[in-house]
């Protein structure tokens, strides 16, 4: 996603279907973080991997930040 992202922020036009495409994974990363965290708060998943599971919750969060930028841009357009 990091590459993606540079090549959006570097470029002055980005095509419509690359906005779309990047924008609809940031809503499945999205819903993805929000899956775990369900999971956790509910205690569906065993407490033996909650390392695991909080370093995959880590991940999607810094996913989601560093995709705030573009959503920023995208909402603004």
């Known amino acids: 996603m990091l590459p993606q992202h540079r090549l959006m922020q570097n470029v002055k036009i980005i095509?419509?279907?690359t906005a779309h495409f990047v924008f609809t994974l940031g809503i499945s990363r999205f819903s993805s973080c929000a899956h775990w965290i369900i999971k956790v708060s509910?205690?569906?998943l065993?407490?033996?991997g909650?390392?695991?599971i909080?370093?995959?919750i880590f991940a999607e969060i810094v996913?989601?930040?560093i995709l705030a930028d573009f959503?920023?841009?995208y909402v603004k357009r």
């Open 54 to 56: 909080s370093m995959i």
């Open 42 to 44: 509910f205690g569906v």
């Open 71 to 73: 959503y920023y841009y």
């Open 15 to 17: 095509e419509p279907f």
């Open 50 to 52: 909650f390392l695991w």
């Open 46 to 48: 065993s407490r033996r």
């Open 63 to 65: 996913q989601i930040f």
